[in-house]
């Protein structure tokens, strides 16, 4: 008969349990949770910026700041006196929110990059957020140095989206695994996920335009700031909206018809998600063009591009999954 095996002795006070070792290794342990609320806010942050941005176009307070990095020379906030307008304090509250979205991209940057837990390549994205926001400030400042260059103002916009996509990818990357996707569907369905996703950049860029040669361009003077036809961009534009609505259907279609499986239901609902977006959108846009563009409206209408493209994003990467 064996005698019995001794038991484990029980830990020292103060001993140093797995977990405590793990903390140890990693001190921003205690914060990791905080990852996904914070790629969140930045998510809603790149997206509220291009409403702010464009009140800043809509009532015409791109020089409401005549300098920068300060608002005027040798002051950093606008000078209120009995002359002041409200030009001013528009500008300066797009500034103040690229301050706070460029905190947000720096807590994005310590908590991605320093996850040791995760592939290095995930970590490397945690530093284009910041990135974007620096560059989106550079940007800014040129646009004022060249009073309101519409090249430039275009090139901002472009930015923004293209800062909200990302936002969406990092968010969706960080509640995956680190393993190679897998398609969802079939490789008919991924093709047509593409095509969707790359039809949203000529939906921006003649956003963009239609925005520049009309009365909202931002140019008090002669009403437009790029010297387009405004009827001849609204229609490609509309066009593009209606390419995309029809590759969207196709998409619905083909998941419907897709055998049950593992990421099928979730890029179902992604997709559903992504048709009321659009529908919204485009309901906006018709409404503001025949009510002769009311500011408030092409202002939700700019919110709504920003939408739009975080659920393309979202429907488009819930398209594949990984373990």
Known sequence: MTSPSPAAPAPESGAALPTDRH???DPLARFRSWTRGVLLANVIGQILIIGTGGAVRLTDSGLGCSSWPNCEPGEFTPAFHQASSIHPYIEFGNRTLAFLLAIVGLMVLVLVATDRSRTRSFRALGVVPLAGV??????????????LHPGWVSLHFGVSAALVWFSAYLLHRHGEGDGGPVRVGGRAVSVVGTVLGVLLVPIVTLGVLVTGSGPHSGDTSVGYRLALDPLTVTKAHSG???LFTITLVVLLVLLHRAAAGPGVPAARKGAWLLLAVTMTQGLIGYVQYFTGLPELLVGIHLVGAGCLTWATANAVLRLRTRS
Request: net charge positive.
């Open 134 to 147: 620096v560059a989106q400030a550079v940007i800014g400042g040129v646009v004022v140095l060249l009073h």
């Open 240 to 242: 593009s909206v209606w």
């Open 23 to 25: 903390d140890r290794r």
